[in-house]
Nanobody, 120 residues
Framework: QVQLVQSGGALVQAGGSLSLTCTASTSIETMDTLGWYRQAPGKQRELVAT???????TYGVSAGGRFTISRRKPTSTVTLHMHNLEPEDTAVYYC??????????????WGQGAQVTVSS
């Protein structure tokens, strides 16, 4: 079972920047996906950004052009760089892994969550 370890949650002021990291216990192959979702109080969990092992990125509406996701190959660590943070970005950010190959398509994992609070 894939394990995810997150770091980086914090309290920041509006307009500030913050980076979150997530390391998976498995290698990230071409079609595997590693990335971030977030959940604000009273709201559904939503996509922030994901990255495949092949380098394809997907950004959710919540990223708003202010967030970027990157991976330092060949590691299994991805980083979410968040800039110009807004109070509306306050949420618990969850790392997410999804296997994308026939041998691991059913493999899904979630990180423990990191609280990001943006003060106005």
């Amino acid at each position: 079972q894939v394990q995810l370890v997150q770091s980086g949650g914090a309290l920041v002021q509006a307009g500030g920047s913050l980076s979150l990291t997530c390391t998976a216990s498995t290698s990230i192959e071409t079609m595997d996906t590693l990335g971030w979702y977030r959940q604000a109080p009273g709201k559904q969990r939503e996509l922030v950004a994901t990255l495949t092992g092949g380098g394809r990125t997907t950004y959710g509406v919540s990223a708003g052009g202010r967030f970027t996701i990157s991976r330092r190959k060949p590691t299994s660590t991805v980083t979410l760089h968040m800039h110009n943070l807004e109070p509306e970005d306050t949420a618990v950010y969850y790392c997410h892994y999804q296997g994308g190959h026939p041998w691991n398509a059913g493999s899904v994992a979630w990180g423990q969550g990191a609280q990001v609070t943006v003060s106005s």
